[in-house]
Nanobody, 125 residues
Framework: QVQLVESGGGLVQAGGSLTLSCAAS????????TGWFRQAPGKEREFVAA????????YYADSVKGRFTISRDNAKNTVYLQMNSLKPEDTAVYYC??????????????????WGQGTQVTVSS
């Protein structure tokens, strides 16, 4: 079992930055693929970014490409999401998710085995 805990959410003005962290415990997940998703009120949970465990390849939704950066520190069992140039439409609960092996269906929630509880990000205009 892997437990995931997100942190770093908060309130920020448009154009500002936040860094989210996803700390894993229970098992070393260095080789796990990890993704970030978000869910705004009344909307479905959507893919934001993903990173492979071993190769470290990264993938992004078009809506965040060039503004968000996903990275990992395997020594700390932690994955990060650096968010720059934030927009009001980025407002959502952000979730971290892990998959025991990388799946090419990484943009879908069904591709992940473990989920965190989420952290709220609010961007004011």
């Amino acid at each position: 079992q892997v437990q995931l805990v997100e942190s770093g959410g908060g309130l920020v003005q448009a154009g500002g930055s936040l860094t989210l962290s996803c700390a894993a415990s229970g098992r070393t997940f260095n080789n796990y693929g990890t993704g970030w998703f978000r869910q705004a009120p009344g909307k479905e949970r959507e893919f934001v970014a993903a990173i492979r465990g071993s190769a470290g390849s990264t993938y992004y939704a078009d809506s965040v490409k060039g503004r968000f950066t996903i990275s990992r520190d395997n020594a700390k069992n932690t994955v990060y999401l650096q968010m720059n140039s934030l927009k009001p439409e980025d407002t959502a609960v952000y979730y971290c998710a892990a998959q025991t092996y990388f799946r090419i269906t990484y943009i879908y929630t069904s591709a992940y085995d473990y989920w965190g509880q989420g952290t709220q990000v609010t961007v004011s205009s």
